[in-house]
Structures are given as C-alpha cells and as structure tokens.
C-alpha cells in the first residue's frame, strides 16, 4: 500500500498533472450538473421517453461519428491551441443552452457540445505521457478514473439542487464555467507536447471510402502491432454490451424481484460507484506489463461472475455484495486497460487509439441498451443478468485464450 501511494506521490509532484486532474475533475462535475439539467428539461416538455433517449442518443453521436478525425488531430494538431478551441467551444455552446429553451435548439446546442468533446477527449488522454516520467502514465489514469467516479455523482447532485432552485439554465452556465477552467489548463500545458514517431510505429494507414474517415485506420494499426493489447482493447467492445445491457433492467430487479425500496437502489448505485473509485486507486499495484495484462484478464472473469451472482441474489445484501465486487473490478479494468494503452503505443497513435475506443464503446453501449431491453422483455431481470454475466464469461475466455497465443507467437517467433 505504502509503495502505491508513493508511486502516486511521485506523479502527483509534477504541477502539470496536478492542473489537468483538477480541471479535469471539475469539468466532470459540471457535465453531471449539465446532463441532469438536460434530462429534466425535455422531460419538462412533456414529449414522453423517446425524447430523453432521442437526448442521450445526440450526446453519443459525435464521439462515434467523429473518432477518425478526432484521432487524427489528437497526434498531429498542436494540443494547446486544440484543447483550448475544443473547450471554448463547448463553453460557448453551455451558455446557448442556458439561454435557450426549445426542445429542437436544445438538441442541436447538444451536438454542437459534444462535437467539442469528441474532438478534444482524446487529446487530453494523449498528452499525459509527455508530462510524467516514462511509464507512469497509468497512475495518472488511475488518478484521473478515480477523480471521475467522485466527481461525478458530486455534479449530478448539485445539478439537481440548481435546477430546483434557479432552473436548468444555472446548471448549463456552471457548466460553462468549468469549460473556461479547463481551457486555462490547457494554457498552461508546454507548447509542443507532441512525440516524434518512431521505428515501432506503424506507417499511416491510408483512408479509403466513408469508413476509412470515420474509423481511426491509424489506431487500428497500432493495436494490430501489438497484438496483447489489441485482444485487451477490442474485448472490451463486446463487455460494453454485456456490462451495459443490464441498466435497462437493474431497477426492475432491484424494486420488484428483491423488493427494495428507491432510497435502497440508490444506495446500491452509490456503492457500485464507490467501488470502482477504489479498484482505479488500487490497480496501481500493477506497475509492470505482465501484470496489468494478468490483472486485466483475471478481472474479465471475476466481473463475469459477479454479474452472474447478481442475477441469483437471493436478497438485497448479497446483490449489493455482488454490485461491490463489479464495481471494483471494473474501476480497475478500466484504469489498467488505458493505462495501457498510454504507456505502451507509440506517441503517433496515442491519439487515434484514445478515439477508436472511445468511439465504439459509446457504439457498443448504445447497441447493449436495445438487447437489454429485448432480454429483460423476453425473460426477466433475473435472466437478463445472467445472460449477460455468461456473455461476460465466454468474452474473458476469448480473450484469454487470444493473449496466450499471441504470446506463444511472439516467443516462437
């Protein structure tokens, strides 16, 4: 424990991160205040649920719709100036939708929004590796995933009070005004943060057609050129659906099949979120490649299995137990996995990987929400977790088996 907190402490020494997390923090908290503002506005207009999902559709869209170009500037364009246009952007869209009221302007503000997230995400993940010594840009992640768990039920919490006191309008202006601190962060950032490509890299990939603009071609490659990592990025795509596809249904068992009330399943939500804080603050245990890899792939099982014991849960404390246990695998999936991804890539490609994960996950959870409702329909709340926990299962085992032969290849070869 000692030796985590001082691999932390080491991080944390340099200013530089110590702003980006900050401001990072901050703006999540104010995209929670944003999007639960957002939530209770439409739902004020009385258009009924396709509405809400038509809005949480729209907050997906330019991150899947953009991640090619998005990779692109993330490893070519100056970081500074982007970050701070990207957020500036955003910035001046909050305020439109402070000002605005109509259901029509008020989703085509949340495009304009998103479209300056999609573009600078993966930018702000790409420059973390030029500000902490070689190697210890997974504990910047782990630091960053943690911050995010905290702040953003923190967010969703003030967002609440402020719309119920001065209206959806002071949530979108905080908001805005979180914008403005992460734009002086980027300020303060160096002003060449790019890496220059080296050997390992691999060349370009040409763009060919509609999809060659829309996929990250570049970051394809490079997972392709390391294929461990490639097997860890691309199971996460099918956990996504899996993982996700039980939030259509996670009231229904919590409320009617083990009978809790609403103060319990927020409990449930909470400790679920808790968790994950905890399991990114604790996958800085794993400081070495082999390890994280270890960790990661043992951690797709377990996460199986609990989703599966949620199901069976033949009451509310064994299904909190269970939530616990998923939480905090994955808060320490997630963490290892870009940690990863960070340490290990080129600098070239950073960038596009950052955003073709970004890109099909928000994808593969748009697509996990319809088969959780289908399944959750056909069989229940009870069947749908444990569909969903065997799915989770044989992924682990696919990609398992994929890891140990892409060693086996690579020390044959």
Do not use: C
Request: charged share 10%; no cysteine.
């Amino acid at each position: 424990m000692k030796q985590i907190l001082r691999n932390y402490a080491e991080v944390l020494r340099v200013g530089a991160v110590r702003t980006v997390l900050g401001a990072a923090a901050v703006s999540v908290a104010g995209d929670s205040a944003a999007m639960v503002a957002l939530v209770l506005r439409v739902h004020e207009t009385g258009l009924g649920p396709w509405a809400v999902a038509v809005l949480l559709g729209l907050l997906g869209l330019p991150v899947v719709l953009t991640m090619g170009l998005a990779g692109e500037l993330a490893d070519r364009a100056d970081p500074r100036r982007l970050l701070v246009v990207t957020a500036l952007v955003q910035s001046a869209a909050a305020v439109a939708l402070a000002a605005v009221d109509g259901t029509a302007a008020t989703f085509v503000l949340v495009l304009v929004l998103q479209t300056g997230f999609a573009l600078g995400n993966p930018t702000w993940s790409a420059v973390v590796p030029h500000l902490v010594p070689e190697g210890s840009a997974g504990r910047v992640v782990a630091l960053q995933q943690a911050l995010r768990g905290v702040a953003g039920p923190l967010g969703a919490g003030v967002g609440g009070v402020l719309v119920q006191w001065r209206g959806p309008s002071a949530a979108l202006l905080l908001d805005a005004a979180t914008f403005l601190a992460l734009a002086a962060a980027a300020l303060t950032l160096g002003r060449s943060l790019r890496g220059e490509t080296t050997a390992q890299d691999p060349a370009p990939a040409p763009r060919r057609g509609w999809l060659g603009a829309v996929l990250p071609r570049n970051g394809a490659a490079a997972l392709r050129a390391d294929p461990v990592l490639g097997v860890l990025v691309l199971a996460l795509l099918p956990l996504v659906v899996t993982l996700e596809s039980v939030n259509a249904v996670e009231v229904f068992l919590v409320r009617d099949v083990l009978g809790a009330g609403a103060a319990q399943y927020g409990l449930a939500e909470a400790v679920h979120g808790g968790a994950a804080v905890v399991g990114a603050v604790a996958s800085g245990a794993a400081t070495t490649r082999t390890a994280r890899v270890r960790t990661v792939l043992a951690a797709f099982g377990l996460v199986a299995l609990g989703q599966v014991g949620q199901g069976l849960a033949p009451g509310y404390l064994v299904y909190l137990a269970f939530g616990a246990g998923v939480g905090l695998l994955l808060g320490v999936v997630n963490a290892l996995v870009m940690g990863l991804v960070l340490d290990e890539l080129g600098a070239a490609h950073r960038g596009a990987v950052v955003a073709l994960v970004s890109g099909l996950s928000r994808a593969a959870g748009a697509l996990a929400l319809l088969l959780g409702g289908v399944v959750g329909t056909l069989g229940g709340p009870r069947v749908a977790f444990v569909v969903a926990g065997a799915g989770s299962l044989l992924v682990a085992a696919v990609a398992a088996a994929a890891v140990h032969r892409s060693v086996d290849a690579t020390s044959t070869g």
